[in-house]
């Protein structure tokens, strides 16, 4: 028996966190959405969580330009936990004008101590021609 391995396993409070960033729960990992992405999800996988371990899910918008100052906490989200999971997420929505352009980050906790932090981009959306002609359309009408 080895005792010094079971030890560093079992350490009081050390819960060990896999994670990645999706665009829904069956998705493949990414590290670049659209502006106009629904809604954004970091999937997580659990070792030694524990019923009533608290998890905890921050966004954070490390570098949006103009938007909002460097490493604004944008939303953030609280799950019970009930032992570990291998299917946990946090789901942040699209804000109304979509997200802004720039750098961000997930950062997990549990327990109130970071577990692993998730950076990822926002690119613009993808404009369509109608679009563009008709908004140019208005711009020349006010003539």
Do not use: C, H, Q
Request: zero cysteines.
């Amino acid at each position: 028996m080895t005792p010094m391995i079971y030890a560093a396993v079992a350490s009081a409070g050390e819960v060990k966190v896999e994670a990645f960033m999706t665009t829904g729960p069956e998705d493949e990992a990414v590290t670049s959405f659209t502006a106009d992405t629904p809604k954004l999800y970091a999937m997580f996988k659990t070792k030694g969580a524990k019923d009533g371990d608290k998890a905890r899910g921050v966004l954070i918008a490390e570098d949006v330009g103009d938007v909002a100052p460097p490493n604004t906490t944008v939303l953030e989200t609280k799950l019970d936990m009930e032992g570990d999971t291998d299917d946990g997420d946090f789901n942040f929505s699209k804000p109304t004008n979509g997200w802004p352009v720039g750098k961000y980050r997930v950062e997990i906790y549990i327990n109130d101590e970071l577990a692993t932090k998730l950076k990822f981009t926002i690119k613009a959306a993808a404009k369509s021609k109608k679009k563009d002609a008709a908004a140019g359309d208005e711009e020349s009408s006010g003539d």
